[in-house]
């Protein structure tokens, strides 16, 4: 039985948007040309990094291997989506850190939000396709909104919950990297922060996650009584300006404009 003052958070948690994909080129100009389908021939678990998105990736793993050596990554948790792989195996690769010294796992519950029968749809073609269900994400918000066949935010949240109990029960005292998508950066700000509804959605309505950002927390001892983990970084993209790539932040899916 763990003593009643141990620590149970991470040293540090760093949760970090894949870098761009393929998916998010392919969308801007599905959108761009007026067109209700996204031409992407994958499977949206297969879509990879643009080669943008493998500079992006690379910036942040040179930032990590700036850091002091105690300070650097001990886990990396990502999701087992293709372009979420390579963005976490190009921060390990340019990272500084020994492999062998790195849990590396692959997570299904940090995988994108599920769309449903929405799956590859530009905002004109959800429209054009399912009116309907416009009307209903429009009533019921996109916090609880479930397209068939999808998730909405809460089962995207339900699922994050289960992660922070793994990674206080096996990475405690650790510094880990999540790397995911941009709901999953949302949804862990949400149950870190201990915000609500309106919270999150006002701060997913100002701006999309840029991909490989970085939004960080570290433990802090002195917060309640047996401490918690404190913000530090919000959607932090310095590693990318000062190597010199390009910051995008083109949503991950089509979805309904933002309310």
Not at 198 to 207: E, F, G, P, V, Y
């Amino acid at each position: 039985m763990a003593p009643e003052n141990e620590q149970k958070w991470p040293s540090n948690l760093w949760i970090i948007r894949h870098g761009q994909s393929a998916g998010n080129v392919a969308r801007d100009a599905a959108e761009a040309a007026g067109l209700p389908l996204i031409d992407i021939a994958e499977r949206d678990v297969d879509v990879p990094l643009s080669d943008l998105g493998e500079q992006q990736a690379t910036a942040v793993g040179l930032w990590f291997a700036s850091l002091p050596q105690d300070q650097r990554p001990t886990v990396i948790l990502t999701s087992p989506y293709s372009r979420a792989r390579a963005t976490a195996r190009r921060i390990l690769e340019h990272s500084g850190i020994d492999p062998d010294d790195v849990s590396f796992v692959a997570d299904e519950r940090l995988r994108e939000k599920e769309f449903g029968i929405l799956d590859r749809l530009t905002r004109h073609g959800i429209v054009q396709k399912y009116p309907e269900l416009g009307e209903q994400r429009a009533h019921v918000g996109k916090f609880y909104f479930r397209p068939p066949g999808g998730e909405s935010w809460c089962d995207v949240i339900l699922r994050l919950r289960s992660v922070l109990d793994t990674i206080v029960r096996e990475h405690r005292s650790e510094n880990v990297v999540v790397v995911g998508h941009q709901v999953i950066v949302n949804c862990f700000r949400y149950l870190l922060e201990r915000m609500d509804e309106q919270t999150i959605l006002d701060i997913d309505r100002m701006a999309d996650v840029p991909n490989c950002s970085i939004t960080s927390y570290a433990f802090d001892r002195t917060l309640g009584r047996k401490g918690k983990l404190a913000p530090r970084l919000v959607n932090f993209v310095v590693p990318l300006q000062e190597a010199g790539a390009p910051v995008t932040s083109e949503p991950d899916v089509p979805a309904a404009p933002k309310s």
